[in-house]
């Protein structure tokens, strides 16, 4: 098994533009999750997904970031438009979902670290 | 609502010396208390968990934990820590269908 694929693993960009980052979940995996993790806050989870329905987005910060799971294979994360106090790095986590969210092992991507000038 | 608190956010040990990572919770119900683990420059994967039953959890690597209800903690100890166990260390909660919330990280540094 692969585990969970992100893309990019890194991405510097300027103020103001619009930044996408990629998921691959592992197969078979039924939720998704994505996180960010800074050095003053911690890791915080953003938005989780459940058979590709958005189930909380509470954690989204502002009407600038944006999630979307079209399929079962593939999830987006989108800045736009993107602000220094953006930096972080983001990361992705799936899970079976066989029982519950909230029991179940999260398998984490390597992250995307990005750098917003 | 649940949060966590790790009450070290660095602990710094000998290589072969025990170590013990701290982690407190408060909720008001039933919890499920993790440890994941998070390599430099990597994602963070499970350590262990505890759901129910034994209040001892063995983990990966060498790693154990210990519930306890009374004192609403939930330590992470190993008895002879390696180079490679330099890293940081989350505790994590949950309860009943909710989201998992994170503490803030531990970072482990193996002194030679």
């Known amino acids: 098994d692969a585990g969970v694929i992100q893309s990019p693993r890194h991405e510097v960009t300027e103020m103001g533009q619009e930044v996408t980052l990629r998921c691959k979940p592992i197969?078979?995996?039924?939720?998704l999750f994505w996180y960010r993790q800074t050095m003053m806050r911690g890791l915080e989870l953003l938005i989780y997904?459940?058979?590709?329905?958005?189930?909380?987005d509470s954690g989204m910060p502002e009407d600038r970031f944006s999630a979307k799971m079209p399929n079962a294979s593939f999830s987006t994360l989108k800045i736009q438009p993107s602000e220094p106090r953006d930096s972080a790095v983001y990361f992705c986590?799936?899970?079976?979902?066989?029982?519950?969210?909230?029991?179940?092992?999260?398998?984490f991507g390597p992250g995307t670290r990005l750098t917003v000038l | 609502a649940q949060s966590v608190t790790q009450l070290d956010s660095q602990v710094p040990v000998f290589e072969e010396a025990p170590v013990e990572l701290r982690c407190n919770y408060s909720?008001?119900?039933?919890?499920?208390l993790f440890w994941y683990v998070q390599y430099p420059n990597q994602g963070l994967q499970l350590l262990l968990k505890?759901?129910?039953?034994?209040?001892l959890v063995k983990g990966i690597n060498g790693f154990e934990a210990e519930f306890n209800k009374s004192q609403t903690s939930f330590h992470l100890r190993k008895p002879s820590v390696h180079i490679s166990d330099t890293a940081e260390y989350f505790c994590?909660?949950?309860?009943?269908?909710?989201?998992?919330?994170f503490g803030k990280g531990t970072r482990l540094h193996i002194l030679p």
């Open positions: 505890y759901l129910s039953g034994s209040t």
């Open positions: 986590a799936s899970s079976w979902g066989a029982r519950r969210v909230s029991t179940d092992t999260q398998y």
């Open positions: 994590a909660v949950t309860e009943g269908d909710d989201k998992i919330i």
């Open positions: 909720s008001s119900v039933s919890v499920y």
């Open positions: 197969s078979g995996h039924d939720y």
């Open positions: 997904f459940n058979n590709n329905v958005p189930i909380d």
